[in-house]
């Protein structure tokens, strides 16, 4: 069955970096866009960064700049490369699957905490 797991998150002070990880099993990882969406307490789920299968990035504003996308098929991994965080980045980090056989699916999560 298709499987997200993400890892890397963690505490960290304004300004440091963290590197997020997703391994995906179940699929043609290869040929499927990957994306990082965040949900800080008490909001809505919100778009980070995707990258489709031709290693094209997108990001939303509010990381542009700080936050780099990157994936390794060899190894059926989504990287996210955070730096220069900020209070406002802390959120529980998702790692998604985008349009595998017409469906989404989601890791479990993953906690980053920034703090001032």
């Known amino acids: 069955q298709v499987q997200l797991v993400e890892s890397g998150g963690g505490l960290v002070q304004t300004g440091g970096s963290l590197r997020l990880s997703c391994v995906a099993s179940g699929f043609p990882f290869g040929a499927i866009t990957m994306g990082w969406y965040r949900q800080a307490p008490g909001k809505a789920r919100d778009f980070v960064a995707y990258?489709?299968?031709?290693?094209?990035?997108t990001y939303a504003d509010s990381v542009k700049g700080r936050f780099t996308i990157s994936r390794d098929n060899a190894k059926n991994t989504v990287y996210l490369q955070m730096n220069s965080l900020k209070s406002e980045d802390t959120a529980v980090y998702y790692c998604?699957?985008?349009?595998?056989?017409?469906?989404?699916?989601w890791g479990q999560g993953t906690q980053v905490t920034v703090s001032s």
């Open positions: 990258i489709t299968e031709f290693h094209t990035p």
């Open positions: 998604k699957a985008l349009r595998v056989w017409g469906n989404e699916y």
